[in-house]
């Protein structure tokens, strides 16, 4: 956890970084992730132990490389919090090519749940996809440790009209915010907690996954619409796709649109797995009897 102090020196750097070139910030998040990767650590061991869960079929040389990519984004997403955070509109409009298969200013839009996935591009994303609504739209964030960074990160997140709120009281909130009409942002692909979860596969592995967006898709009578945040190669920013709406969906049966989710992910990770958040431990609530992978 970051001290009083460890926070304001943080956030001065974001806001330096800030100022910098964007080409600049991300080749020295690139190069101070291949640096901490060269020391042994435990998020280093959790990167390994998800992938060989996730894709035994690779080869150690094949693992090691997506390992060692994915840490270097990791650390460079931190760093990339400068731009993200506390660059300009018109500075994020440059960054930032979106790419999607509905109009995201059409007034009419219906009540929608926008899913965003944590590749390690889900901040640009999250921020940009607020910007293009072009209206006021609610948002789910994860608590953080430190309250001062919190804080700060809550106010960058909203700074183009998103009304917040932490996930743990997000329920009432977010049909409120949907009966007003009001685009929701939110993840669920993490490891929450058996609570309002079911164990469903995560390429093959039981995984513990949240049913909270089919019961609110349900209860808000709303269409669900996936979006990724993508780092581009060359250093050349991001780009957001947002898909079409999943249909039939919700299903009502939380196991069904559980995996639904899940599903989505095998398609996508892919395309993508250096960028999916392999940081995390993914698997840390295991089914009952079964030992843990970390």
């Known amino acids: 956890m970051l001290s ?34 060269q020391i042994p650590s435990r998020r280093k061991r959790i ?5 060989t869960l996730c894709f035994p079929e690779w080869s150690d040389e094949r693992r090691e490389d997506v390992a060692q990519k ?9 760093i990339e919090r400068s731009v993200q955070w506390f660059g300009s509109a018109k500075k994020l409009e440059k960054l930032i090519q979106l790419d999607s298969a509905i109009d995201l200013t059409d007034p009419n839009l219906p009540p929608t ?18 910007y293009s ?9 994860q608590p953080m440790s430190n309250p001062e960074l919190e804080e700060i990160a809550k106010a960058a997140r909203a700074r183009f009209g998103a009304d917040m709120a932490s996930r743990a009281d997000s329920a009432r909130i977010v049909l409120r915010w949907l009966r007003e009409r009001k685009p929701v942002m939110l993840g669920a692909d993490m ?20 049913t909270a967006v089919g019961r609110l898709a349900k209860v808000g009578r709303a269409q669900v619409v996936p979006f990724i945040g993508e780092v581009l190669p060359n250093y050349k920013g991001y780009r957001l796709k947002v898909f079409k709406p999943w249909d039939n969906y919700p299903t009502g049966d939380d196991d069904e649109d559980a995996r639904r989710m ?17 940081v995390h431990k993914r698997f840390k609530t295991r089914p009952p009897g079964v030992p843990s992978v970390y």
């Open 4 to 37: 009083r102090y460890g926070a304001k020196l943080a956030i001065g750097l974001l806001k330096l970084f800030a100022l910098l070139p964007y080409g600049l910030v991300a080749r020295f998040g690139d190069g101070l992730g291949w640096l901490l990767y």
């Open 47 to 51: 990167v390994h132990t998800n992938l």
């Open 70 to 78: 994915h840490f270097r984004h990791a650390i460079r997403s931190y």
């Open 113 to 130: 749940l926008f899913l965003g996935f944590h590749f390690v591009g889900i901040e640009a994303g999250s921020i940009f996809l607020n």
């Open 133 to 141: 609504l072009k209206r006021q739209c609610g948002s789910l964030y």
């Open 191 to 210: 490891d929450y907690g058996a609570r309002n979860s079911t164990f469903v596969p995560f390429f093959g592995v039981p995984t513990c996954t949240l």
């Open 262 to 278: 899940n599903a989505f992910l095998e398609e996508q990770i892919p395309l993508l797995p250096e960028q999916y958040y392999w």
